[in-house]
């Protein structure tokens, strides 16, 4: 088993920067694929970004050139760099972890979920 938990979310006015953190806890994420997701009010969970047990990282288009997810394994920790906030950024912020297998964009393929942080973005 795995506990995941988020931190950092928060208030934060738009072109502003968040840091998400998932702190991991019961086995090493080492062994994990790890992504973000994110879901605001009415809409289903979307994928945001994933990191591959090796450090490979995939992003959805809206986030590209904005966003920098991380690892350390160390510290039993992903990271979630958030930059040039927009108001669409609006959303619960959820950490998950893939046993198996490399990353994937859907939530159905994560086996441990953490419990969100929420990232308000006013225009």
């Known amino acids: 088993q795995v506990q995941l938990v988020e931190s950092g979310g928060g208030l934060v006015q738009a072109g502003g920067s968040l840091r998400l953190s998932c702190a991991a806890s019961g086995r090493t994420i080492s062994y994990f694929a790890m992504g973000w997701f994110r879901q605001a009010p009415g809409k289903e969970r979307e994928f945001v970004t994933a990191i591959g047990r090796g450090g490979a990282t995939v992003y959805a288009d809206s986030v590209k050139g904005r966003f920098t997810i991380s690892r350390d394994n160390a510290k039993n920790t992903v990271y979630l760099q958030m930059n040039s906030l927009k108001p669409e950024d609006t959303a619960a912020y959820y950490c998950?972890?893939?046993?198996?297998?490399?990353?994937?964009?859907?939530?159905?393929?994560?086996?441990?979920w953490g419990q969100g942080t929420q990232v308000t973005v006013s225009s």
């Open positions: 998950s972890a893939r046993s198996s297998g490399g990353v994937r964009y859907t939530p159905s393929g994560y086996d441990y």
